[in-house]
């Protein structure tokens, strides 16, 4: 079984040094994945001239982060997590750093392919081990408090590298993300215990089935966090455009405030999921989300959009640890990996839905109507956990 401080149960805190290894390992490698996310599209224009060839190498990560997933599950849980982890994390590493000397397309559509493979693992495993680390009774709280990475990352990342590129260029910059991606595995490194797996797992490519791949029992909660995803991709992905056409400046200090109100929300939401159960929390996030659609529809100013930043950082911030530590309270602990792995291609697919949704939305109606339009999303994702919890109860 899962080895660390906390999978015995024995300690009440979700704080111990296992669980804050795992945090702070976490923090280094989301920012410099969004450090690079947010310059690669520049660093391409670089290298080719066209926009699509750009896109494209760009979009190559997230279709091997996607591919890999499914068969991540499955072999996180025969394996040893740990091993994997670090494994994932000197891949990421050198491939980061590989970034420096890419001078041509072909040689960076590699790199990114193999970029996104480690990262597709990296997280997914993170995410179990992270799962595996909470008390008893603590899991939301556990994935909440974790979840606070990605809005560390999300408010300094972006603005970080961009500095660093424009003062010192991109290899500098490839550099310094490399670094940071070297100092989560050595957090990693230090986290004790074996992680050994239970001894009746194996893994076999041959072997496997769609139910060791993915996870019956939450793919009702992996179809919200799909729904979440669009929601979450809807945004990132059109709210420049939007805010630029709208003659709004400053626009992306949007992102600062979503993050900034998530790093309060995500460890409190997982608190009273745990102590008042996840409908109590569900619904109400569901309203703040789909409030922080109404006013981006009819922003007409900074402070407009600071509102529905706010409202999306309490909305978002509270419905995915409470989504994802509810995946891990419904399957048994040595399907971890398989539950991780089930809910990260629920976001994953979202992700790329939303954005594409969103396009053609915009192209046919314009962005207030898309952005009032997408209430459906917190309309949907409340019927379907409703119903979920109707099913189940």
């Not at 693992?121 to 595996?132: G, P, R, Y």
């Not at 893994?203 to 139910?211: Q, R, Y």
């Not at 007409?300 to 930043?309: E, M, P, Q, T, V």
């Not at 207030?368 to 999303?377: E, Q, T």
């Amino acid at each position: 079984m899962d080895v660390s401080e906390c999978s015995t149960g024995k300690k009440e805190s979700i704080w111990t040094r296992t669980f804050i290894l795992l945090l702070i390992a976490n923090i280094f490698l989301s920012t410099s994945f969004h450090m690079i996310s947010t310059t690669m599209t520049m660093y391409c224009l670089e290298i080719v001239s066209s926009e699509a060839t750009a896109g494209f190498v760009v979009g190559i990560f997230s279709v091997a982060s996607l591919l890999i997933r499914p068969f991540c599950g499955p072999l996180i849980d025969a394996k040893s997590k740990k091993t994997i982890y670090l494994a994932s994390l000197v891949l990421l590493t050198l491939t980061v750093f590989a970034y420096s000397y890419a001078a041509d397309v072909v040689v960076l559509s590699i790199l990114r392919f193999i970029h996104g493979f480690g990262f597709g693992f990296a997280t997914t495993t993170s995410l179990a081990m992270a799962s595996a680390s909470a008390p008893a009774g603590k899991s939301a709280s556990c994935l909440g408090t974790y979840g606070i990475a990605s809005s560390v990352a999300t408010a300094i990342a972006p603005n970080l590298g961009i500095s660093i590129a424009n003062a010192y260029g991109f290899p500098v910059m490839f550099r310094i993300a490399s670094l940071l991606s070297a100092l989560s595995l050595l957090c990693a490194f230090l986290v004790k215990g074996k992680w050994s797996t239970f001894s009746a797992q194996k893994f076999s490519l041959k072997g496997l089935k769609i139910d060791s791949i993915f996870s019956k029992k939450v793919l009702s909660i992996a179809l919200m966090l799909v729904i979440l995803g669009m929601a979450n991709s809807t945004i990132s992905s059109f709210l420049s455009t939007y805010s630029k056409g709208l003659g709004i400046q400053g626009y992306a200090t949007y992102f600062t405030v979503s993050a900034c109100t998530m790093l309060i929300t995500r460890p409190a939401a997982g608190r009273l999921t745990d102590r008042y159960g996840i409908k109590k929390v569900i619904v109400p996030a569901s309203l703040f989300l789909a409030a922080a659609f109404v006013i981006l529809s009819m922003a007409d100013s900074l402070y407009i959009l600071w509102l529905a930043a706010f409202c999306f950082g309490i909305g978002y911030g509270s419905l995915q640890p409470s989504l994802q530590a509810y995946a891990f309270s419904r399957e048994s602990p040595e399907r971890r990996g398989v539950t991780s792995s089930t809910v990260s291609v629920g976001v994953d697919i979202g992700n790329g839905l939303g954005a594409y949704a969103a396009g053609v939305a915009v192209s046919a109606f314009g962005y207030r109507i898309m952005f009032g339009a997408s209430v459906i999303y917190a309309v949907l994702l409340l019927v379907v956990f409703l119903a979920d919890e109707r099913k189940i109860g």
